[in-house]
């Protein structure tokens, strides 16, 4: 069992950064590979990125590439999302979620969700 507990979301305006951390208890956090993902008020969950166990790959969706980076912490038990140069078509709750194997934009591959963390971002 992984719980999965997100924060660092908040209101920023169009261009600024934010990052969000995601903090995972048990001892088994660096078996699992590592997503976010993120959902619009009337849209669908959608991939933003994800990362091996170790860390040593990562994926992104198209609309985030060259903007976002995440990045892990096994020490820490922490995976983080920098986000970047944000505009408004960012806003969304954004939530992590732990994989036994990496399943990359595959939703069904997740077996663990944290409860989410809202980001707004102005125009």
């Known amino acids: 069992q992984v719980q999965l507990v997100e924060s660092g979301g908040g209101l920023v305006q169009a261009g600024g950064s934010l990052r969000l951390s995601c903090a995972a208890s048990g001892r088994t956090f660096s078996s699992y590979a590592m997503g976010w993902f993120r959902q619009a008020p009337g849209k669908e969950r959608e991939f933003v990125s994800a990362?091996?166990?170790?860390?040593?790959?990562?994926g992104y969706a198209d609309s985030v590439k060259g903007r976002f980076t995440i990045s892990r912490d096994n020490a820490k038990l922490t995976v983080y999302l920098q986000m970047n140069s944000l505009n408004p078509e960012d806003t969304a709750v954004y939530y992590c979620?732990?994989?036994?194997?990496?399943?990359?934009?595959?939703?069904?591959?997740?077996?663990?969700w944290g409860q989410g963390t809202q980001v707004t971002v102005s125009s």
């Open positions: 979620a732990a994989a036994p194997s990496y399943y990359g934009g595959n939703v069904a591959g997740y077996d663990y």
């Open positions: 990362i091996t166990r170790g860390g040593g790959s990562t």
